[in-house]
């Protein structure tokens, strides 16, 4: 979700092995597929607005070119990890505490609201996401691991091992490090 003009004179490149999830589902292994979506919402600080959500400007634009993609984990019967820049509200790994007494909401509703639904929680077991660099963490959404490995380059990452069910084919996380480089 960075604008260009953020990387100065050296915006990065893609490689011929880059793949851009964004606005894909990417075949990972049989049964199992990356839901991609990057972007992320205006983000509040007691009821007030304090920095705006790029490329998407309101919640509304932002869930009109979601929710399609979504809509496509209704057909699908085996498992997804999801994967988006902003992640759900109201999850602890979307809420900037470092302001103790004013923390910051920078979560989708939308993303929140496709979470709790039937369809996500059937298929998704694994939802990866950024953006808040100081709310790094996981907590669970119903059937769902909520991942926010906190900021690379400040040299933090996940590490997660997901594991195929032989008794339907499902997968699951198996395990999941928060780890820091160094």
């Not at 929710?67 to 902003?86: A, W």
């Not at 505490?97 to 496709?114: L, V």
């Not at 077991?125 to 709310?135: D, R, S, W, Y």
């Not at 040299?155 to 160094?182: C, H, I, N």
């Amino acid at each position: 979700h960075d604008p260009a003009t953020m990387f100065g004179d050296h915006p990065p490149e893609m490689t011929p092995q880059s793949i851009s999830a964004h606005k894909r589902w990417i075949q990972l292994a049989p049964n199992l597929r990356l839901m991609g979506f990057g972007g992320s919402v205006p983000a509040f600080q007691n009821g007030k607005q304090i920095w705006e959500g790029f490329p998407f400007q309101t919640e509304e634009a932002f869930a009109g070119e979601f929710k399609p993609l979504v809509e496509q984990c209704n057909d699908f019967t085996g498992s997804v990890i999801s994967m988006t820049h902003v992640g759900p509200a109201s999850s602890d790994t979307s809420i900037d505490r470092s302001d103790i007494p004013n923390p910051i909401e920078a979560g989708s509703t939308t993303i929140k609201e496709a979470m709790d639904s039937t369809a996500l929680q059937k298929c998704v077991f694994l939802h990866l996401h950024g953006h808040i660099h100081a709310a790094r963490g996981s907590v669970e959404v119903g059937r769902t691991t909520v991942v926010n490995p906190g900021p690379l380059k400040d040299g933090f990452f996940a590490l997660y091992t997901v594991t195929q069910l032989p008794s339907d084919k499902s997968w699951k996380l198996r395990e999941m490090t928060l780890s820091q480089l160094g």
